[in-house]
């Protein structure tokens, strides 16, 4: 079965930096764009960063642009968010997915991660 699994949330101070990686398996996703979203309690699910299927084009939300990378290795089918400067409004879950094209709504996204947790103290 097709899987995305994200891994490297956790508990982080403000300031401070975190890496997430999202596995994929059974599909190879190189022909694919890879987004990452996040939601946290009470809020829609939004766009944080995307990136194109060579990792030529990146799209970020502003919120985090300038703090939040978005990177990927097509031969480890992952993508990975390589987030800095951490603040306590980042805490949220963090999901990944893969679209046909790079976009920053999530209706073009065809497959879903089950999120990883961000948690980002004061």
């Known amino acids: 079965q097709v899987q995305l699994v994200e891994s490297g949330g956790g508990l982080v101070q403000a300031g401070g930096s975190l890496r997430l990686s999202c596995a994929a398996s059974?599909?190879?996703?190189?022909?694919?764009?890879r987004g990452w979203f996040r939601q946290a309690p009470g809020k829609e699910r939004e766009f944080v960063a995307g990136?194109?299927?060579?990792?030529?084009?990146?799209a970020y939300a502003d919120s985090v642009k300038g703090r939040f990378t978005i990177s990927r290795d097509n031969a480890k089918n992952t993508v990975y968010l390589q987030m800095n400067s951490l603040k306590p409004e980042d805490t949220a879950v963090y999901y990944c997915?893969?679209?046909?094209?790079?976009?920053?709504?999530?209706?073009?996204?065809?497959?879903w991660g089950r999120g990883t947790q961000v948690t980002v103290s004061s």
């Open positions: 059974g599909r190879t996703f190189s022909s694919y764009a």
């Open positions: 997915a893969a679209a046909r094209i790079l976009a920053v709504d999530l209706g073009t996204y065809t497959y």
């Open positions: 990136i194109s299927t060579s990792g030529g084009r990146t």
